[in-house]
């Protein structure tokens, strides 16, 4: 038990040094006290992070809890009730692997702490280890194995973190790489300042929605270039002012397979953003672009699906102004079970009622 109170003490410091780490970067905090003056949406946006925190430590705890439960059962279940030290490495890689350097020295000596708790009150455990014959012989053993546990969290956490930072430093320069494309391939402001919206609108609706981090960066990254193959359709058709003729939509319909060809020339990671480009005029009951319906079509793309039909409808076009935030969201709402998955529409509803999706005019 002290040892469990230890972690989970130690998981909610962590926390607290990444939130001073997030108010150097001048990030939004979580913070550990109930907030005064705010209202009930700010309220509510607070309620739903401080949970998601809550969350994301309790599985964190849970899998190390298990680790040694269940290495624990091994041990007294295994013939001659020895204690295999050596299995104790297994949590600490697995930590050092998810959660860092930090957290893999924890268990380490969280490892440490249970073995020699277990070797004090229990000493019979080690009765069958011809090394531990004698006293003296036995705390040697237990240290030098003690020390290279520690050594092991502390490799194995360091790996982990410098792998991590040069993902996040790939990560940002594909971001860019990505940005700079979009400005390069925007035929008309329209277009590009559309595409940076609806990239950021569909992160804010996966976030809400409970995507992982990696799915929301290709929600993000497939918004950017949604509309890439319209780099070949005609400027007639793009600012015509007028309602598109039958024929002409067909063509506009064909941006979606233009733009896959072209991402069809790149390898990954910008390959994994075509499925969504190709079905992300399709609906969920199946009347769009593509026959496609219902769980067929990939969340991405019906993330994506909402934010482009949000942003197109409050933002003006050649052929007619742009509607009011709330106009657009009624539209949503009724679009959920036939144009849009109820479940994506959910999700949008509580990144609108909370302020997500607005977006100053400074950073377009």
Request: proline fraction near 3%.
């Amino acid at each position: 038990m002290p040892i469990c109170s230890s972690y989970l003490l130690y998981v909610l410091n962590v926390r607290r040094v990444k939130m001073t780490e997030q108010a150097k970067n001048g990030e939004e905090l979580i913070l550990d006290t109930i907030p005064t003056g705010l209202t009930s949406n700010q309220f509510q946006r607070w309620k739903t992070k401080l949970m998601r925190q809550i969350i994301e430590a309790n599985k964190e705890l849970w899998m190390i809890l298990s680790m040694f439960s269940i290495i624990g059962i091994m041990n007294y279940l295994l013939t001659g009730q020895q204690m295999l030290l050596q299995l104790y490495v297994v949590p600490t890689i697995f930590s050092a692997y998810f959660f860092g350097r930090r957290h893999a020295v924890l268990t380490a000596v969280a490892s440490i702490l249970l073995v020699g708790l277990v070797l004090h009150f229990n000493s019979d455990l080690f009765k069958d280890m011809e090394q531990f014959n004698s006293a003296s012989g036995q705390w040697y053993e237990i240290m030098a194995w003690a020390g290279m546990l520690v050594i092991i969290a502390y490799s194995m956490g360091t790996l982990y973190e410098r792998q991590a930072l040069q993902m996040s430093e790939l990560q940002k320069t594909y971001r860019g790489l990505l940005v700079i494309l979009r400005h390069f391939i925007s035929k008309d402001k329209y277009t590009e300042n559309h595409c940076y919206r609806v990239s950021i609108y569909s992160a804010k609706i996966a976030t809400y929605l409970g995507l992982a981090p990696q799915q929301i960066e290709t929600v993000r990254a497939a918004a950017l270039l949604h509309d890439i193959g319209k780099i070949d359709i005609g400027r007639e058709i793009l600012y015509k002012a007028a309602q598109l003729t039958e024929e002409e939509r067909e063509t506009m319909k064909k941006h979606v397979e233009m733009g896959a060809d072209i991402l069809n020339l790149a390898e990954a990671p910008l390959g994994k953003i075509i499925p969504i480009i190709l079905a992300h005029h399709d609906k969920y009951d199946g009347s769009g672009y593509h026959p496609t319906s219902g769980k067929n079509i990939p969340i991405e793309a019906k993330v994506l699906s909402v934010a482009d039909v949000y942003d197109a409808l409050v933002s003006d076009r050649p052929y007619r102004k742009a509607i009011s935030p709330f106009e657009a969201k009624e539209i949503i709402v009724k679009g959920a079970g036939k144009d849009f998955d109820p479940r994506v529409v959910d999700a949008f509803i509580k990144a609108f009622k909370n302020g997500e999706m607005e977006i100053p005019d400074l950073m377009i």
